[in-house]
């Protein structure tokens, strides 16, 4: 599978999971109110969906091989799925005359075989979670454990999480005799009712503290930015650990209700993750987090001028009851006079939340072409693109360096396939010329353009091309 296709498929389940969370949401709200939310694990699944879907969202482009990643977006897609399908199982119940306290108390077996699907969905879809605090630690942040000696740890979680499901898939088949309300049953109960649950929810305890470990070992031979990177992340993970540890512990025994800890736990693991990329520029998804910016802001703008325009002069003048041709037509005249500007003042403000002070990256690297010294993230594709379209190259690649990596931050025609990030000093794939991009004597990145097969560097392609530098 090509990196653009592994980014395709993450964002899909990333972008499934938080939006069946927010379906799931409001189809409950409207169903039964807010008060199921806690009560059936609704707020913690899909806080999980969204939080980690984002994360998925945002890094897949720039990480599209990174275990740690997929690890989110596989929470995200399964978390997701379990508020949607949780609010499906409470209309079906509704529409075969269950209340909410008889469905918890009804077996798969009094529903007919198809619609009993639904709420078998429910029994297992919230487990997965567990990887966010098991495979997701082991394999943060490059996707890699930190030695091969910690694979065990990965796949005893992955087996446990899988032995886990597949049990209570069995559980609440639709000719089951188990009342739903057991899917939430104690570790006692579990080992009469299946031994493959009870072996899940042993192994992955065990493994928490392991994989919070792993991550220590880890932090402790970082160094530099990486270094600050790991330190809100760490300690994020040992106390999260902790929590999820004292979730299962409650939940088993019933002493406690599990709910307060594992809100707590996902809360900080998640803001943990969002600071050290966010703050500390984790997996260098600025453009992203600008992008997005930019873009959703313009959407509220476009909403909100459209809604003011047509709707509240027609509430004035006393016509939100006729539609009116003209009130559309100033609206549209409205927003694409000011949407130009507002684009590129709303580009500085992201750059400014984004980069803080400091020039970014494409402030500083596009002072090397003339009249491309707009702070616009599209700038660098329009240079790849001029140099491929200006001289005898098929292909151009802008990359930038950060510590010892080459990361691609621009490259034209689009689709070209190229690596995401190369170690400085390497040879890149398909280049077959390279120009450094300088700075006061340092270099800042690369240029890496791709001939035709055979065809040599004309001098006039070099002299554009020291003139672009």
């Not at 949401?25 to 008060?35: E, F, N, R, S």
């Not at 509430?315 to 130009?340: H, K, R, S």
């Not at 992201?350 to 003339?370: D, H, I, K």
């Not at 700038?379 to 005898?392: D, I, N, P, R, Y």
């Amino acid at each position: 599978m090509t990196d653009r296709a592994r980014i395709t498929v993450g964002r899909t389940m990333a972008g499934v999971g938080m939006g069946s969370a927010l379906v799931g949401w409001i189809w409950v709200l409207a169903l039964h109110g807010p008060g199921v939310f806690w009560d059936e694990w609704l707020l913690h699944n899909g806080a999980a969906a969204i939080g980690f879907g984002l994360i998925a969202w945002l890094v897949l482009p720039h990480q599209p091989r990174n275990g740690a990643i997929w690890t989110s977006a596989v929470v995200a897609l399964t978390t997701g799925l379990f508020c949607l399908s949780l609010a499906a199982s409470f209309q079906m119940a509704g529409n075969y005359g269950f209340t909410l306290e008889t469905l918890l108390q009804a077996a798969p077996a009094d529903f007919p075989p198809l619609p009993a699907l639904v709420p078998m969905m429910v029994s297992w879809l919230y487990i997965p979670l567990l990887l966010a605090f098991t495979v997701g630690l082991l394999l943060f942040p490059d996707g890699r454990p930190p030695s091969p000696r910690w694979r065990w740890a990965i796949w005893a979680s992955i087996g446990a999480v899988i032995l886990s499901s597949l049990g209570f898939m069995w559980l609440f088949r639709p000719s089951g005799m188990v009342p739903y309300s057991g899917a939430f049953s104690t570790l006692a109960d579990n080992y009469r009712h299946g031994r493959l649950i009870a072996i899940g929810e042993t192994v992955n305890p065990l493994v928490v503290p392991v994989s919070v470990a792993a991550m220590i070992v880890r932090f402790r031979k970082s160094s530099g930015v990486e270094r600050q990177q790991f330190r809100l992340v760490v300690w994020g993970a040992a106390v999260a650990g902790g929590l999820f540890l004292l979730t299962l512990g409650a939940d088993a025994i019933g002493v406690a209700d599990p709910r307060w800890p594992l809100l707590v736990a996902l809360v900080i693991l998640i803001s943990s993750y969002g600071v050290a990329i966010g703050k500390y520029r984790l997996y260098d998804v600025d453009v992203v987090i600008s992008r997005t910016f930019v873009y959703a802001s313009l959407a509220v703008f476009i909403t909100a001028v459209y809604v003011g325009i047509v709707v509240g002069v027609g509430l004035l003048f006393g016509t939100e009851d006729e539609p009116n041709v003209w009130l559309g037509i100033a609206a549209t005249v409205v927003i694409a006079i000011a949407f130009q500007p507002l684009r590129r003042r709303l580009q500085k403000v992201a750059n400014r939340l984004v980069y803080g002070r400091r020039a970014t990256p494409y402030e500083v690297l596009s002072s090397f072409s003339q009249g491309m010294a707009a702070v616009d993230p599209d700038v660098l594709e329009q240079v790849a693109e001029s140099l491929t379209e200006g001289t005898t190259a098929t292909g151009a690649v802008i990359w930038v360096q950060r510590e010892q990596m080459l990361h691609r931050i621009a490259s034209w025609p689009q689709e070209a396939e190229m690596p995401f990030e190369v170690p400085v000093g390497s040879a890149i794939p398909g280049a077959d010329r390279m120009a450094e991009i300088t700075h006061d004597g340092e270099r800042l990145g690369m240029i890496s353009l791709t001939l035709p097969a055979g065809q040599p560097f004309p001098p006039t392609d070099e002299q554009l091309l020291e003139q672009v530098i």
